[in-house]
């Protein structure tokens, strides 16, 4: 079975792109490297010991598109690509609404000109917004709070809409959590481009000293300890999901949102403890203001990811913390370093 992946070269992608390799998927990488080394890619060929095919552009280049369909004759897509940083997408909403969502349009389009009917697309638990129950389960109302997560909620609408309009199509979207690790081996893993958003990504590069201490958003929350509590995902297990929702997309049709978490919250500073027992590192934090827009608690009912894909998490914080230190001590300066 054929699968292009857009934007695999990412985080995501590129961890995507390995367990494809492994389970003997013919696949075919598209990334215009917006976020992203050609590196990710070289090293994923190493781990996989295959290769596979890269094309160079980007998802909003009809042209380009159609030709990368006629090549490889996708059987499925799997659709990282796009922009992420909520921030930036609050100074340039046109720029997000153009890369996530008419890029994804021309993709669609591209896909039924070329019968190619199965696309998995990263969604995000930020279409939630703020918490009307715990745990966010997939009827929870959609009303994100940025211009990032109402391109991820458009999407979405488009792609059910999409779905409803060809029969034939099958539509998986996938609502992450707090993706967070990295491939056991340390050769690839999270390498943001800037000073990270992240938490996870931001405590890891203080304890390999690229940063000088972590700020703490927030301790009067109403949660365990007062701090911020998340759903972190492992993204090894993000990536089995992925390969569960393709596996599904081939005998359903239509279209399901899915959570991928792991039903568990994990606050900030449990967070940094793990971390620290990790690495054995001591990371070093003080409080400040609560970042805007954040939410106290986040974690994910996960029984239809099961019930329907069969998927669940199997990997821990403690795994996800190990896998970062592993990744990021190999690699202080990330790729390019
Ligand atoms: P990433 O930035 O590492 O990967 C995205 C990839 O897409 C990059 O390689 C980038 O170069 C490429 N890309 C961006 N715009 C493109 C375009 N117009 N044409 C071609 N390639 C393009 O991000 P990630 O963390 O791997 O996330 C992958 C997807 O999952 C994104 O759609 C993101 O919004 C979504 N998501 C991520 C998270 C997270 O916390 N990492 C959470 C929820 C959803
Ligand atoms: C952020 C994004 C969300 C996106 C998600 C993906 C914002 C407002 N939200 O959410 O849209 O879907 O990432 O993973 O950017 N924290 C600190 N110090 C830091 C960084 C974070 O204390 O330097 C805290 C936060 O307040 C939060 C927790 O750590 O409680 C996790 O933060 P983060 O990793 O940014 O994820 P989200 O807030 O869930």
Redesign the pocket.
Known sequence: MRVLV??G?????SHTVLKLLGQGYEVLV???????SPQALARVKILAQRGFDIREG???DAAFLNDVFADFRPDAVIH?????AVGESNQEPLHYYK?NVS?SITLLECMQAHDCRQIVF???ATVYGEAEYLPYDEAHPLQPTNPYGRTKLFVEEIIRDWAKSWPAASAVLLR?F??VGADPSGLIGEDPRAIPN?LVPYIAQVAVGRLDHLNVFGDDYDTRDGTGERDYIHVEDLADAHLAAVRYAQDHKGCEAINIGTGHGTTVLELLAAFEEASGKKIAHQTVAKREGDVARSFASVSKAYDLLGWRAERDVADMCRSTWNWQSNNPFGYDG
């Open positions: 857009t934007g070269a990412g985080y995501i992608g598209l990334d215009n490297y917006a976020n992203s980007d998802v909003c990282f690509a796009g922009l992420k890369k890029g990263s969604s995000s992450y707090n993706p992240n």
